[in-house]
């Protein structure tokens, strides 16, 4: 046990970095990566700008359009007319087929080059036909125009891909927040001179400065000072590491209250950080993009329509009726059959759940990972803020003598930490803080190197150190003393004799018990991925009851270890909270970030728990499927209309005296739209 005490605590008093890892430099193409992110989330900001502006300007002419339409005037009984307002009417129409439905024209002649007809071919070819045979009315063909019926169309069309659009988060940024982790500027030492230079000028062997609360510019070894850096966003270390001469440190590393000179030993480009950007990078490249239903239904009802609507046209032009007719049941038959509550089915579903979501503390920014969640079969789970707190909190205090009570221990303790940021010391002070006692005056105050701290307090020598001070100087415990295997010790001495010892722990979440039971139940497994030691690692998979863990892991491994879970079939999710993990965040099938975690992670991750809450993941599991079960119902219903609807826009009752006109055909595609978007509605988080 002792042994182990001393290799915790020494992980927090003095411990050397254990960081290594092997990176590749980045490619000059992969440089050029940071612009395109900025760039594609620019590109798509825009987009859904066009498609808001596209949709307020048809709405707008679409009110004089449905006035001055023929059937609308019959069904509100009103009668107007003026010299050439069919022209106006032509006109008007003219700009919303072609301004408002550029996006759908531009997206079949793509789709067409591409040898891949899918839901722009048909709304393209229903809108064309519907124009088309509209504008021979218009000069001369005997019918009914369908203006009105184009205007509606393109109008509700424009306003599904803006609510799509919207759903879908922006462009990625995570690898423009990661380099934003690398300072820009840096202290370069020059004799007796120091210069402000650009971090990317920076080259092996330059000696820069690193002032206190700074992020490390370049990695490099410590030449000058020592200082505690906060690693935990690149390596998972929980606690600061204690940097000394001779040292490794990482770039984009936080500087504690030290100040330290350091020689670098790898360009930007060839940084830790840029190994990290490019595991990114790579994990995203892999990911296969997920082919929405909406897209594949879509796809056949394409072709279904397109032959059903020219197979229409040529049985009724030659068995003898006029041009007119057989237009009028082709246009009815493509009308009936665009996508038109397919292309609302899921973005609206999506939009409700996305809201519901928010309100209860889960933020969607990747519609696909949602939808994704019901096939998980493996949940893997960083540690340190994500199933604990992320802080360290005093567990325990136990006297070894009835001179000294445990308020006394805490007392000395919290009087030599008083004026130290370290983890331990904040953990102290916030119990003394929490018990109301008073922090007594100190004289004399020492560090000593690597072990702990000694003072002056009430005329008492006393010494807040580790197991490992204990073990050179000789100095025995009480052999009752128990301790979690969990948990980091300092003992405190008192005229050179062991008063006491104090335990902390950075404390498992309350809830994380509770949400490791739910998935069992569900036939998910949970694995504890950390780069904690394997002792820590293992009393805490232990006390939740998790599956496995995978212990002391880098960045790079444990991106390893989600291929592994990924080769053996497993749908995997991850979630975490730091830089470190965004590389397995972005490999996972799903990815999930605890909201007090790094902006990288979140940004990498597909869903993102605002409250850190453990059990938000079982509640994300159990409305994704949900979700998912409501989507369904509304693909089949935007599909399913038509088995019935199609037959009778072709004419198959027309010996029956049943025959659908064009504009009936567009009232039961609207009528489609609005249950679809009523089953939306009815979405609840149960």
Known sequence: MEHHIHNSAEHIYGAGNKV?????????????????????????????????????????????????????????????????????????????????????????????????????????????????????????????????????????????HWIEMKSISGASKELELLIHLRPDEAHLVHGEHIMEVKTASLKINDEILIKPGEKVAADGLVTDGETYLDESMLTGESVPVKKMKGEKVIAGSLNGNGSIRIAVTHSAQESYLSGVIQLVQNAQRSKSKTQLLADKAARWLTVIAILAGLTTFLVWYLSGTTLSFAIERMVTVIIICCPHALGLAVPLVVAKSTALSAQHGLLIKNRTAFENSRKITTLVFDKTGTLTVGKFEVSQINSFSKEFFENDLLRYAAALEQNSEHPVATGILQKAKELHISIPAIQNFKAITGKGVEATVDDKAVKVVSPGYLKEKGITIPGHVMVDLSETVVYVLINEQPAGCIALTDTIRPESAEAIQTLSRNNIKSVLLTGDNKKVAGVVAAKLGMTSFF??????????????????????????????????????????????????????????LVNSNPKDIVSLIQFGKTTYSKMIQNLVWATGYNIIALPVAAGVLYNYGILLSPAAGAVLMSLSTVIVAINANLLKVK
């Open 20 to 160: 290594a890892a092997t990176v590749h430099p980045l490619s000059h193409e992969e440089k050029h990566d940071y612009t395109h992110a900025s760039n594609g989330h620019q590109h798509h900001a825009g987009m859904i700008a066009d498609f808001r502006k596209r949709f307020y300007a048809v709405l707008l002419l679409t009110i004089p359009i449905m006035l001055l339409s023929e059937m609308i005037q019959h069904w509100l009984n009103v009668h107007i007319s003026f010299a050439g307002s069919t022209y106006i009417l032509l006109l008007f129409s003219s700009v919303v087929f072609f301004y408002g439905g550029w996006p759908f024209l531009k997206g079949w002649w793509e789709e067409m080059k591409a040898k891949n007809p899918g839901m722009m071919t048909l709304i393209g070819f229903a809108i064309t036909v519907a124009y088309g045979y509209s504008v021979a009315v218009v000069f001369g063909l005997k019918g009914m125009d369908f203006f009105w019926e184009l205007a509606t169309l393109i109008l509700i069309m424009l306003l599904g």
């Open 551 to 608: 212990a002391e892991v880098l960045p790079h491994e444990k991106l390893e270890k989600i291929k592994e879970l990924q080769n053996k079939g497993e749908f995997v999710a991850m979630t975490g909270d730091g830089l470190n993990d965004a590389p397995a965040l972005a490999q996972a099938d799903i990815g999930i970030a605890v909201g007090s975690g790094s902006d990288i992670a979140a940004e990498t991750a597909g869903i993102l």
